[in-house]
Nanobody
């Protein structure tokens, strides 16, 4: 059973940076994609960024140019570098993995809170 644990969240001032980490455990696997989602207060969970096994990245328009996703296939870890943070980036951030191509991720982490003060 794959388990994902996010870390690196916290409180930061607008314009600051945070780096989130997603650590996977529970066996040896190679993800098809690793993704980050977020849920802002009063909003539905939304897509933030994705990296595929071969390194192709996709970003939501709202974070493009500010956030960078990366992954480590050997360590089964993923990272989300968040720069130029804005108060509207305040959310619980979740990582997720798909082991094979399918509409929804196979596994989710428990989330980490990111709060950006103005």
């Amino acid at each position: 059973q794959v388990q994902l644990v996010e870390s690196g969240g916290g409180l930061v001032q607008a314009g600051g940076s945070l780096r989130l980490t997603c650590a996977a455990s529970g066996g040896t696997f190679s993800y098809y994609t690793m993704e980050w989602f977020r849920q802002r207060p009063g909003k539905e969970r939304e897509f933030v960024a994705q990296i595929s096994r071969n390194g192709v990245t996709v970003y939501a328009d709202s974070v493009k140019g500010r956030f960078t996703i990366s992954g480590d296939n050997i360590k089964n870890s993923g990272y989300l570098q968040m720069n130029s943070l804005k108060p509207e980036d305040t959310a619980v951030y979740y990582c997720a993995v798909r082991l094979v191509p399918r509409p929804k991720p196979d596994y989710w982490g428990q989330g980490t809170q990111v709060t950006v003060s103005s």
